[in-house]
């Protein structure tokens, strides 16, 4: 069985630019979490989709920010335009039991 | 949610058994204690959940007493291959988000 996986591994732009990630979770499962390390500091949640509604947005950092999750399938986290604080790693998770996540390696971005 | 509090570093060599503690005094009747592993360039894995006593898998045991103010991570004879950092979580939210602490960082020496 699949993992989760993401793409790009890594992404590096300048600041002021537009970076899309995507988010392809395990197959058959509804939660789609994405979740986030910035430099130093401990992973964060961002949001929480079940299928393709937002159940919990209260991570997201600010309206630069906007994920989608098309069809309840894959998912992707558009970041426009960019700032030098966003740089990170951004990780995705999908699960079926809450507490059970798996997550994917994660995306590095890189703002400069 | 409850706050965790675990070591942030510790050293073992290979063979031993590694116990790493966490603290979780305001634990709430209904939490769950979860263990994650997360191995450098890769996402957090799950390795282990329980509510009290013992629970073992075929990765590690998680022990918690009575009183569930604490939980203990157990690695049998751990190989260079566990050295990660290992995050105790506890409680989650009606959105089942997951929220990391700092972790404790495991060094497994030759």
């Known amino acids: 069985e699949a993992g989760v996986t993401q793409f790009p591994s890594h992404s590096v732009i300048e600041k002021g630019q537009t970076v899309t990630l995507r988010c392809d979770p395990i197959?058959?499962?509804?939660?789609l979490y994405w979740y986030r390390r910035v430099m130093g500091k401990e992973i964060k949640f961002l949001l929480h989709?079940?299928?393709?509604?937002?159940?919990?947005e209260s991570g997201m950092p600010n309206n630069r920010f906007l994920a989608e999750r098309t069809g309840g399938t894959y998912s992707t986290l558009k970041v426009q335009p960019a700032e030098l604080e966003d740089s990170g790693v951004y990780f995705c998770?999908?699960?079926?039991?809450?507490?059970?996540?798996?997550f994917g390696p994660g995306t590095r971005l890189t703002v400069t | 949610l409850a706050k965790t509090t675990q070591p942030i570093s510790m050293d073992s060599y290979e063979g031993q058994e590694v116990n790493i503690t966490c603290s979780h005094n305001n634990i709430a009747t209904n939490d769950y204690i979860t263990w994650y592993q997360q191995f450098p360039s890769q996402g957090p894995r799950f390795i282990i959940q329980g509510y009290k006593t013992k629970v073992t898998n075929e990765v590690a045991s998680l022990f918690i007493p009575a009183d569930r103010k604490s939980s203990t991570l157990s690695l049998p004879r751990v190989s260079l291959s566990d050295t990660a950092v290992y995050y105790c979580l506890v409680g989650m939210d009606s959105s089942y988000k997951l929220i990391f602490g700092s972790g404790t960082r495991l060094l497994v020496r030759p």
């Open positions: 998770a999908s699960s079926q039991v809450p507490y059970e996540q798996y």
């Open positions: 989709f079940v299928k393709e509604s937002k159940q919990d």
């Open positions: 197959s058959g499962h509804d939660n």
